[in-house]
């Protein structure tokens, strides 16, 4: 196993690195949203973050330490949307709906079994379908999570569903105490939703164009309702959907937020001829990095907005941006025999992480503070990509990042705004320069790019392009770095050392994992 | 009167499973199957039948 990441190496660089200063007593007196102590951010009510800290698709800040796996048990759907295509199955691919094997629910909790031994990063378990996962009744949804509550009473559990049947399961949602529920919610005009849902199947038959989308519509408010009104969290992911809902999702984000959505979760569309879908054949494009960054600013304030999500299978395994689906598969977990569960890893990990959180805060906030005195607030924020494998460090050398997380730092701050998936550069000790252009196209918006190492053809290749490679923090947290940088990105800019780089747009790169081929 | 399951097509995803009234579906040496004896076509039981109207796939077809 090793590919296994300890806890050290998930941490930094071996040793373990104790706080710079001791966590403030409260969150109290902390102006920045995202700023607070162990008991959670100043706008999050204690219950609530107590719910979501270790879940790396809720938080995002548990998204750089906790690992989510989805178990496939739940293959029957029962609406069509024009950007999936339920005939068509990939290894290769990353994204929602694929997976490799169908699984029961006794084979699911083997496999959750195998997988909790080996990453006790792990915190929640998901059924994300791959059709959905309260279709067909729900039934193998919630047999898995009955012999999970059982098994694993430690681990959180969560389902997506579009909430066309959602109004019928809330009760045993609740009783099962699936306290995190995602909707799919594209649109709240059935005019829009005609154009992305040709049918739906309800009340013993199947349902198309208006009607369709006007039952779908009314069933998903209806079921964000009866969810939010008994305390479970509830997580809006839309696809946008450039031509078709984009503008529209600014009303679908208040609508949500009205009916207490906890997070939203805007997602470019994916889009392929080679996947089969009716978006795919049709050509419709999916919007660019730029695209979907203005449109998610323009909901701030709105819904809380979530831009870390990796758009992952229905039988993802890891931390989310890694997937470690193909190393347990049925064959792999039937050799290795009855695995019995062991909390005490976990427990360990939890711990870790709790101590590590508390000096983050006022690391963070110190450095927010220092950025915020010396900077006059009239210099632009700038994006920076980041190579990271988890620990909120740079700690990925260029070469070997499959994606970039991207950071906008300012006076006000630095804050995770989303991520890019590349190709990996690096194989085998060799550069390829095909690759070399996806991570170009994929990061071309931003400033600089953080890097553990990095070798010198392609740091050339990122100066002639106008993007700065940074190594100089190896090893260190990802926000005090950038604050660092842009400090020093500022007083160059007031010298004229350097000028700005505006106007830059990126690539968002869909396709299968070249990675993966060999 | 019965309906078949084009086995080529079929994404073995089970929803037709779920919805057919009769138990007339059943997963067979890795597919779907649908028992004729049971099947009814859902005549007298729904205005058309189930598992042709679930069906992802469009693979459920009159035999």
Known sequence: MANVISLDSILGVGELKAPAEAPPAAASGCASSSC???DGPADMAPEVWEKVKNHPCYSEEAHHYFARMHVAVAPACNIQCNYCNRKYDCSNESRPGVVSEKLTPDQALRKIMAVAKEIPQLSVIGIAGPGDSLAAGGKNTFKTFEMLAKKAPDLKLCLSTNGLALPDHV????????????????????????HIYPWIFHDHKRWTGLDAAKILHERQMLGLEMLTSRGILVKVNSVMIPGINDE???????????????LHNIMPLISDPAHGTHFGLTGQRGPTAQELKVLQDQCEGGAKLMRHCRQCRADAVGLLG??????????????????????????TYREHVEGERAGRHAAKAAAQADVAETIGTDVQPILIAVATKGGERINEHFGHAKEFQIYE????????????????????????????????????????????KIGGC????LKDAGIEPVDRFAFEYIEESALTYFKDYAERLGQGAINAREGQDAVIRTGAFTALRA | MAYKIKASDCTACGACEAECPNNAISFKKGAYAI??????????????PQCASVCPADCCVPA
Do not use: W
Request: aromatic share 6%; hydrophobic share 35%; proline share 2%.
């Open chain 1, 409 to 452: 730092v300012g006076p006000k701050g630095a804050k995770f705004v989303g991520h890019r998936r590349v190709d990996q550069y690096c194989e085998g000790g060799s550069g390829d320069e095909d690759a070399l252009g996806g991570v170009l196209s994929a990061i071309n918006d931003c400033t600089a790019v953080f890097v553990a």
């Open chain 2, 35 to 48: 028992n004729a004896d049971l099947c009814t076509e859902c005549k007298g039981q729904f205005s058309s």
């Open chain 1, 322 to 347: 890694e997937d470690r689906g193909s190393e347990f598969t049925i064959d792999q977990i039937e050799a290795m025999g009855e695995v019995e569960y062991d909390q005490e890893a976990a427990r």
């Open chain 1, 171 to 194: 009760d045993t949602i609740a009783n099962y105490n699936i306290d995190h529920v995602t909707i799919t919610i594209n649109m709240v005009d059935p005019e829009v939703g005609q």
């Open chain 1, 36 to 38: 607070g102590s162990s």
């Open chain 1, 458 to 461: 392609p740091s050339q290749n």
């Open chain 1, 248 to 262: 529209h999702l600014m009303d679908v984000n208040k609508a949500v937020k009205s009916r207490g959505a906890f």
